[in-house]
RNA sequence: GCCACUUUAGCUCAGUAGGUAGAGCACAUCCUUGGUAAGGAUGAGGUCGGCGGUUCGAUUCCGCUAGGUGGCUCCA
């Protein structure tokens, strides 16, 4: 007897959501309906439009299919037969000619219901335990957009009533870290409805983008990059020779000044490589690594747009590694470990996924090239003890990459780190760079796209879902809040807040009239690492009294004490 | 962009069977000078996303439009 695992009952449910869907609507024509790492969802197409409101009246049905406890029996059937059992389901028939000649085709029945499905289910169908459906949502059918938008119902199990209870407060627990939600408490920035996707940061938000970007500089400038910044603004003249006029100006903001049209940059590699082509290069040159803080802007469909995770304007830790075909390895190792280097200070290196997606049907270059390549970002991965998933066919039309992938805290997987080989830009037919090699011939480089943290407007809303808005010591906008116990102790935290900022903390004095307890009330819900309480008996004594975020009240010390306790945890 | 849902004060949300609205927090003023997670009082703040329609009258019903949310496609 096989175990029964999570994706079976998952899967089990699905099907028993479809057969509920069936029995409580007319004309339903469903799909498929798989289980996910959460739960599971099953795509439908049918003349009622599903909303929430239906939710109640399908799961009351699916829990009473539940109750009946009936077994899921499998049968291979033949491919006539299984036409004839799906006879009017239009989808499952299409599905159904997908399969190859000659592979089992395999029916599971329950009760009077019966469904094309490779399997594995569950026996019983108690074996499933409580379905709460949890959201409708449209579906392209087959994933593909021009095909007609299916209605498709998510779900989740659970074993009993007390542990989706537990799955439902956890969803809620995660929506509290929301870097939407902790954005606006917190203060950090602000979106505006009058200007889609366009971040605007205030102090304390920018604060952390500042000292984000200061931190990458400095791992940058260690790995051998020189950092460049190119204009906002380019030419229509230069988007036509790169290929961005013809493949990507759908998402281009083009602006026009006295007949000529230019475009706000997408991506900064045409400027790198017009760096690059400023004047002659030799193989000696290579690789040249050149960083840009570059901001893009980039006229994503509206319906992407999320928070700060995914906008139209944002700045990337961007750079352009220009090199030879044989530095292609190397290259990629060195990334590899610069990204692990630097994930690893936020914790990231834990769960973070790899991509290499390889070369898609339309592409350009001749396959060798393509497999040598794919082969380098591989061997490079290894070398560097990284595990991955390739995604077939999955790559740029000019060249494979690897994607890190970071989940946030509903979940969803974002895209921060990338690599990407280019053999096209560079190329005579697009920007045409060169370089005198050792033979004194022209020749032209390869370029790797790359960058560690991706956008720093979504590492950041990553970071303060990670962090849960409680950001370590070095990150944190207001490192030290000084609260004195009243105004008898003002001069004296004012002088406590000159020191601490002329040793280069960020530091502020809740004057405000509250009392005590209000105030390290305030200054623990906006998260400050460290609290700093003055009143008359500190002034006295010459000392201050010190609450930490994490550790609590600390009771009284020497402010020689304290900075020498920030100094070590900045440097951790 | 596509499908569904949604939009009431700075934030989180009530509410009106159609008769132009409330709470908590935040904010302002005053009182309180208080030693480790919310002291008290008073007050200000909204043409209920925008446009149009139905109606004697629309925040409420209908249509369109914009934003947001959840997915899909795409993507840093």
């Given at each position: 007897m096989s175990e029964v695992t999570d994706q079976m009952r998952r899967h089990s449910a699905a099907h028993l959501m479809a057969r509920a869907v069936q029995n409580?609507?007319?004309?339903?024509?469903?799909?498929?309906?798989?289980?996910?790492?959460?739960?599971?969802?099953?795509?439908?197409d049918l003349p009622h439009r599903l909303s929430p409101e239906d939710f109640p009246k399908i799961e009351a049905e699916i829990a009473r299919l539940i109750a009946l406890d009936e077994p899921f029996v499998r049968k291979v059937v033949s491919?006539?037969?299984?036409?004839?059992?799906?006879?009017?389901?239009?989808?499952?028939l299409e599905r159904l000619a997908d399969i190859p000649e000659g592979e089992d085709i395999s029916t599971y029945t329950v009760g009077d219901y019966?469904?094309?499905?490779?399997?594995?289910?569950?026996?019983?169908?108690?074996?499933?335990g409580v379905v709460k459906l949890r959201r409708v949502a449209g579906s392209y059918y087959r994933g593909d957009e021009h095909n007609k938008m299916l209605q498709r119902i998510y779900g989740i199990i659970a074993r009993d009533q007390a542990e989706m209870d537990a799955l439902l407060a956890r969803e809620e627990e995660a929506k509290k870290r929301d870097h939407r939600r902790l954005g606006t408490e917190l203060d950090l920035f602000h979106l505006d409805p009058e200007d889609p996707g366009q971040v605007f940061w205030h102090p304390r938000g920018w604060s952390i983008y500042v000292t984000l970007q200061d931190y990458m500089r400095r791992k940058l400038v260690k790995d051998g990059y020189q950092e460049v910044n190119t204009p906002a603004l380019m030419p229509r003249s230069l988007w036509e020779r790169s290929g961005h006029w013809a493949h990507y100006q759908q998402n281009m903001f083009i602006t026009e000044s006295e007949k000529r049209l230019f475009a706000v940059k997408p991506m900064n590699c045409p400027g790198a490589l017009e760096i690059f082509k400023s004047r002659t290069r030799s193989y000696k040159d290579l690789p040249l690594r050149l960083a840009e803080f570059?901001?893009?802007a980039r006229n994503e469909p509206s319906g992407t747009l999320h928070g700060i995770m995914r906008v139209r304007g944002f700045v990337q830790d961007d750079a352009h590694i220009i090199c030879t075909e044989e530095q292609i390895e190397e290259e990629v190792a060195k990334f590899c470990r610069l990204l692990k280097d630097v994930y690893s200070d936020f914790g990231f290196d834990q769960n973070m996924k790899v991509r290499l997606s390889t070369m898609p049907e339309d592409h350009v270059g001749d396959e060798a090239t393509w497999r040598k390549a794919e082969d380098a970002l591989a061997k490079a991965l290894v070398a560097n003890g990284m595990t991955y998933a390739i995604q077939e066919g999955e790559g740029a039309f000019y060249g494979p990459k690897l994607e890190f992938k970071i989940t946030d805290a509903l979940d969803r997987e974002w895209q921060c780190g990338t690599i990407q080989l280019d053999y096209q830009l560079p190329s005579a037919e697009r920007l045409n760079a060169e370089y005198i090699g050792a033979d004194g011939k022209k020749h032209h480089p390869v370029m790797l796209h790359r960058a560690v943290l991706g956008s720093l407007e979504r590492f950041i809303g990553i970071l303060i879902e990670h962090y849960a808005g409680a950001f370590p010591l070095w990150l944190a906008p207001e490192q030290v809040r000084i609260l004195p116990i009243s105004d008898k102790a003002a001069?004296?935290?004012?002088?406590?807040?000159?020191?601490?900022?002329?040793?280069?903390?960020?530091?502020?004095v809740d004057s405000s009239a509250e009392k005590l307890g209000a105030k390290i009330r305030a200054a623990t819900v906006e998260k400050v690492p460290y609290q700093i309480v003055v009143g008359p008996?500190?002034?006295?004594?010459?000392?201050?009294?010190?609450?930490?975020r994490a550790d609590g009240d600390l009771g009284a010390m020497k402010l020689d004490a304290f900075l020498a306790r920030l100094a070590a945890e900045m440097k951790s």
């Amino acid at each position: 007897m096989s175990e029964v695992t999570d994706q079976m009952r998952r899967h089990s449910a699905a099907h028993l959501m479809a057969r509920a869907v069936q029995n409580v609507f007319e004309n339903v024509q469903v799909d498929i309906g798989p289980a996910t790492d959460e739960g599971f969802y099953y795509d439908f197409d049918l003349p009622h439009r599903l909303s929430p409101e239906d939710f109640p009246k399908i799961e009351a049905e699916i829990a009473r299919l539940i109750a009946l406890d009936e077994p899921f029996v499998r049968k291979v059937v033949s491919r006539d037969e299984c036409a004839r059992m799906l006879a009017g389901q239009t989808y499952k028939l299409e599905r159904l000619a997908d399969i190859p000649e000659g592979e089992d085709i395999s029916t599971y029945t329950v009760g009077d219901y019966v469904e094309m499905c490779r399997g594995p289910h569950v026996e019983h169908s108690k074996q499933i335990g409580v379905v709460k459906l949890r959201r409708v949502a449209g579906s392209y059918y087959r994933g593909d957009e021009h095909n007609k938008m299916l209605q498709r119902i998510y779900g989740i199990i659970a074993r009993d009533q007390a542990e989706m209870d537990a799955l439902l407060a956890r969803e809620e627990e995660a929506k509290k870290r929301d870097h939407r939600r902790l954005g606006t408490e917190l203060d950090l920035f602000h979106l505006d409805p009058e200007d889609p996707g366009q971040v605007f940061w205030h102090p304390r938000g920018w604060s952390i983008y500042v000292t984000l970007q200061d931190y990458m500089r400095r791992k940058l400038v260690k790995d051998g990059y020189q950092e460049v910044n190119t204009p906002a603004l380019m030419p229509r003249s230069l988007w036509e020779r790169s290929g961005h006029w013809a493949h990507y100006q759908q998402n281009m903001f083009i602006t026009e000044s006295e007949k000529r049209l230019f475009a706000v940059k997408p991506m900064n590699c045409p400027g790198a490589l017009e760096i690059f082509k400023s004047r002659t290069r030799s193989y000696k040159d290579l690789p040249l690594r050149l960083a840009e803080f570059g901001h893009c802007a980039r006229n994503e469909p509206s319906g992407t747009l999320h928070g700060i995770m995914r906008v139209r304007g944002f700045v990337q830790d961007d750079a352009h590694i220009i090199c030879t075909e044989e530095q292609i390895e190397e290259e990629v190792a060195k990334f590899c470990r610069l990204l692990k280097d630097v994930y690893s200070d936020f914790g990231f290196d834990q769960n973070m996924k790899v991509r290499l997606s390889t070369m898609p049907e339309d592409h350009v270059g001749d396959e060798a090239t393509w497999r040598k390549a794919e082969d380098a970002l591989a061997k490079a991965l290894v070398a560097n003890g990284m595990t991955y998933a390739i995604q077939e066919g999955e790559g740029a039309f000019y060249g494979p990459k690897l994607e890190f992938k970071i989940t946030d805290a509903l979940d969803r997987e974002w895209q921060c780190g990338t690599i990407q080989l280019d053999y096209q830009l560079p190329s005579a037919e697009r920007l045409n760079a060169e370089y005198i090699g050792a033979d004194g011939k022209k020749h032209h480089p390869v370029m790797l796209h790359r960058a560690v943290l991706g956008s720093l407007e979504r590492f950041i809303g990553i970071l303060i879902e990670h962090y849960a808005g409680a950001f370590p010591l070095w990150l944190a906008p207001e490192q030290v809040r000084i609260l004195p116990i009243s105004d008898k102790a003002a001069a004296y935290a004012q002088k406590i807040r000159a020191a601490l900022a002329a040793a280069g903390y960020r530091v502020e004095v809740d004057s405000s009239a509250e009392k005590l307890g209000a105030k390290i009330r305030a200054a623990t819900v906006e998260k400050v690492p460290y609290q700093i309480v003055v009143g008359p008996r500190d002034e006295a004594a010459e000392q201050i009294s010190v609450r930490s975020r994490a550790d609590g009240d600390l009771g009284a010390m020497k402010l020689d004490a304290f900075l020498a306790r920030l100094a070590a945890e900045m440097k951790s």
